[in-house]
């Protein structure tokens, strides 16, 4: 398990320790949200904040695809749901991402892959965000439902808390970790919306609908 100081401070915050703003510099508040998540948990060391898997986040993107999944996508991220609200899995199996490396695992988002699932819906081809353009395949609510489902089931299996540093989506990257992402607005629409919301905004909406999840996954599990 790669671990950096970026990864470790957005642990501790999903955790519910902060540590100051996650910018991957290791100064008195980050030691201190360290002690406090290690005193919780009853652990010893860094790792014993972390899911044995290695993997400590979801990162929730739309891939800006037509309908029907391709390779191309398959390689980028390590689940898909399609507009029918199908599961497709990925080239690379979360797993592979506790120890990324290109061509290994799945290159999902800009500099920040490692520890973290790549999940997305296969949606948006051609969306435009200003003017706003849902483009040839906007997000289904069948699709959305499923992919909620999918992402409390990660939640319960890595012990991945719903959250925005657990579960931050794609546009939420720069802001909250500080990773430059260039531009990207995915999930900032969601269906029954008129346009893009406030990126922080639609991701608190979409976890509330992963929140609503939880009981019934951790039932079936």
């Not at 900032?188 to 893009?196: E, K, V």
């Given at each position: 398990m790669k671990l950096t100081t970026r990864d470790i401070q957005a642990r501790c915050a999903a955790l519910g320790f902060h540590p100051g703003p996650i910018d991957g510099r290791r100064g008195p508040r980050t030691s201190a949200a360290i002690r406090a998540a290690l005193e919780a948990h009853n652990g010893s060391t860094v790792a014993d904040l972390f899911h044995k898997s290695g993997l400590h986040r979801v990162h929730m993107h739309w891939t800006a695809g037509a309908e029907g999944v391709i390779e191309m996508e398959r390689r980028a991220y390590n689940s898909l749901v399609t507009h029918d609200g199908q599961r497709v899995q990925g080239v690379f199996p979360p797993e592979a991402q506790a120890n990324y490396a290109v061509g290994r695992a799945a290159s999902h988002t800009r500099m920040f892959n490692t520890g973290a699932i790549g999940h997305g819906m296969d949606a948006m081809a051609g969306a435009n965000e200003r003017p706003f353009d849902r483009g040839s395949a906007p997000i289904t609510p069948r699709q959305l439902n499923t992919f909620c489902w999918w992402a409390a089931e990660y939640s319960v299996k890595y012990w991945i808390p719903v959250n925005v540093y657990g579960m931050p989506t794609h546009a939420e990257i720069q802001p909250i970790f500080?990773?430059?992402?260039?531009?990207?607005?995915?999930?900032?629409?969601?269906?029954?919306?008129?346009?893009?919301?406030?990126?922080?905004?639609?991701?608190?909406?979409?976890?509330?609908?992963?929140?609503?999840?939880?009981?019934?996954?951790?039932?079936?599990?």
């Open positions: 500080g990773v430059r992402q260039r531009w990207k607005w995915d999930i900032t629409w969601l269906p029954g919306m008129s346009a893009p919301g406030d990126p922080l905004v639609v991701g608190e909406r979409l976890r509330d609908m992963i929140r609503e999840c939880l009981p019934d996954v951790r039932a079936a599990a």
